[in-house]
T-cell receptor, first 116, second 115 residues
């Protein structure tokens, strides 16, 4: 079974600085999707970025980018020029493309604080 | 589109009472997921539906929990009888078909408190 591990329960960063959140996963599959979701204090779960495993190029969305290392099964999220509004819980998630599976496998999350 | 709609947003009830949580998916989305989130256990998938059919309910904690999706535009999660340990935030998420729609879109959640 697939698992997702976020080894950093809490992180902090100074405003305008860069921070990297780590995520590793375990799978025997070769094709899958990976996601980072953000959950601010409002509780709303918001998709930040996604990565298709077959794509070698790292996904980027404005200040958010990933470092996808398929062989190492690592999927870290880099937030550049951190803003106060980036403070939230960040969840890494995995989705298999095998069969008819629609489930996401979730990490336990990393709480990010942004210091002014 | 209004996104995934959940009601109520907050529910406070007494132990033993029946609780019904509601979800309206994004129009056209054919997969629907019910999650529970607590500090202790994080985000847990309870059940998910494809085309209104329950596919995997292995996350449903006990027989006190039941979920239905009578049509493509509505789903309920029911707890009967409720217990204090059911206190959590319950999320509904939906997903559509196609390679452009691999992410799940979440509703705002229902914060349930069982006294």
């Amino acid at each position: 079974a697939q698992t997702v591990t976020q080894s950093q329960p809490e992180m902090s960063v100074q405003e305008a600085e860069t921070v990297t959140l780590s995520c590793t996963y375990d799978t025997s599959e070769s094709d899958y999707y990976l996601f980072w979701y953000k959950q601010p204090p409002s509780r709303q779960m918001i998709l930040v970025i996604r990565q298709e495993a077959y794509k070698q190029q790292n996904a980027t969305e404005n200040r958010f980018s990933v470092n996808f290392q398929k062989a190492a099964k690592s999927f870290s999220l880099k937030i550049s020029d951190s803003q106060l509004g980036d403070a939230a819980m960040y969840f890494c998630a995995y989705r298999s493309l095998a069969g008819n599976n629609r489930k996401l496998i979730w990490g336990l999350g990393t709480s990010l604080a942004v210091n002014p | 589109d209004a996104g995934v709609i959940q009601s109520p947003r907050h529910e406070v009830t007494e132990m033993g009472q029946e609780v019904t949580l509601r979800c309206k998916p994004i129009s056209g989305h054919n997969s629907l997921f019910w999650y529970r989130q607590t500090m202790m256990r994080g985000l847990e998938l309870l059940i998910y539906f494809n085309n209104n059919v329950p596919i995997d309910d292995s996350g449903m904690p006990e027989d006190r929990f039941s979920a239905k999706m009578p049509n493509a535009s509505f789903s309920t999660l029911k707890i009967q009888p409720s217990e204090p340990r059911d206190s959590a935030v319950y999320f509904c998420a939906t997903r559509g078909w196609g390679s452009s729609y691999n992410e799940q879109f979440f509703g705002p959640g229902t914060r349930l408190t069982v006294l």
